[in-house]
T-cell receptor
Framework: EAQVTQNPRYLITVTGKKLTVTCSQN?????MSWYRQDPGLGLRQIYY???????DKGDVPEGYKVSRKEKRNFPLILESPSPNQTSLYFC????????????????FGAGSRLTVL | DAKTTQPNSMESNEEEPVHLPCNHS???????IHWYRQLPSQGPEYVIH???SNVNNRMASLAIAEDRKSSTLILHRATLRDAAVYYC???????????FGTGTRLTIIP
């Protein structure tokens, strides 16, 4: 089944303890992205990647890192989590070469709910 | 980035058509109009997208105004499973970024 898989789905951690949220897609998509969703703010893009080894900041990149060493994986790293990073996180991917620019269809993962105490 | 405006919430009766409006008065000529929906406890799900002409797929129809400053997502026969938050989004040419707003929460009344 074509899908985007995120792990963990739920995590409670403490301030300052480094953590990684993994994202993997099995659709050979070039484009991958991370979003966070907070009440009243909708989904905001954190980082995105156009292809392997190509990443760029989204709207709210502070406090996050990403890497894209392989096409299928796009982990989100919180080096020193803080309570304001408590949120619901979504990874998404799309096939850039299948549609004209701007017409890409995103496939989202099921989400990872992170709580930082 | 061009913004969209949607009502915060709407209600509709089951098995009736639903028309979800979206205003995007600052849309540029190369911006695509996308609709996604988010069911409770799930990630957003693609519904439909278009550029200038009306579009139909198995999930819904997208009606785009002639001046492209507004569009309407049409669910032809709403079911309880269509209860979700619906997002109208404009894409940016050359960047696959989609900026989500707060969407319209659709409630289906049995």
């Amino acid at each position: 089944e074509a899908q985007v898989t995120q792990n963990p789905r739920y995590l409670i951690t403490v301030t300052g303890k480094k953590l990684t949220v993994t994202c993997s897609q099995n659709m050979n998509h070039e484009y991958m992205s991370w979003y966070r969703q907070d009440p009243g703010l909708g989904l905001r893009q954190i980082y995105y990647s156009m292809n392997v080894e190509v990443t760029d900041k989204g709207d709210v990149p502070e406090g996050y890192k990403v890497s894209r060493k392989e096409k299928r994986n796009f982990p989100l790293i919180l080096e020193s989590p803080s309570p304001n990073q408590t949120s619901l996180y979504f990874c998404a991917s799309s096939p850039r070469d299948r549609y004209p620019s701007g017409a890409n269809v995103l496939t989202f993962g099921a989400g990872s709910r992170l709580t930082v105490l | 980035d061009a913004k969209t405006t949607q009502p915060n919430s709407m209600e509709s009766n089951e098995e009736e058509p639903v028309h979800l409006p979206c205003n995007h008065s600052t849309i540029s000529g190369t911006d695509y109009i996308h609709w996604y929906r988010q069911l409770p406890s799930q990630g957003p799900e693609y519904v439909i997208h278009g550029l200038t002409s009306n579009v139909n797929n198995r999930m819904a129809s997208l009606a785009i105004a002639e001046d492209r400053k507004s569009s309407t997502l049409i669910l032809h026969r709403a079911t309880l499973r269509d209860a979700a938050v619906y997002y109208c989004i404009l894409s940016v040419f050359g960047n696959e970024k989609l900026t989500f707003g707060t969407g319209t929460r659709l409630t289906i009344i049995p």
